[in-house]
């Protein structure tokens, strides 16, 4: 009989601490992804989470005593869809984001550093109408 074949994990949840309330940060998060908090949560829980309605990872916002010390060490790459990333990088600053870095190319490529409203850091790179696509 033949052992069976390990298969490799698939990345469930995404965590984010929040020493504020997760479902401010979770709020942030799902403009910004267009995906809506759990119907469950509500300001002041100690937990917020989005799903994935494709199956991909969710992501969960959870209260923390301790602040942010350091620069993130996972952060998240996103890439725009209908806009440009300039346009996404404007809508994202409106949402309560802000500018940590500028790493754009004189070639137009290359990415911009935003920190969400606790501090967690994620880049937004070129989408496909800048790349030739749609």
Same mark, same amino acid.
């Given at each position: 009989m033949t052992e069976p074949q390990p298969s490799y994990p698939t990345i469930r949840t995404i965590t %984010? =601490?929040?020493t504020g309330d997760p479902y401010d940060v979770g709020l942030f998060w799902s403009q910004l992804l267009?995906?809506?908090l759990h119907e =469950? =949560? @509500?300001p002041g829980d100690p937990e917020?989470?989005?799903e994935d309605p494709s199956g991909g990872p969710t992501l969960l916002f959870v209260q923390v005593p301790e *602040? @942010?010390?350091? @620069?993130?060490r996972v952060h998240l790459d996103l890439t725009p869809h209908g806009r440009t990333r300039d346009q996404e990088v404007e809508r994202v600053l409106s949402l309560g984001a802000r500018r940590v870095a500028d790493h754009i190319r004189p070639d137009g *490529?290359? %990415?911009v550093v935003l920190a969400d409203t606790e501090g967690?850091? %994620?880049c937004v790179e070129r989408g496909p109408l800048e790349m030739g696509g749609a």
């Open positions: %984010f =601490d929040c267009g995906r809506p =469950d =949560d @509500k917020a989470v989005i *602040g @942010k010390t350091v @620069k993130n *490529g290359g %990415f967690n850091e %994620f």
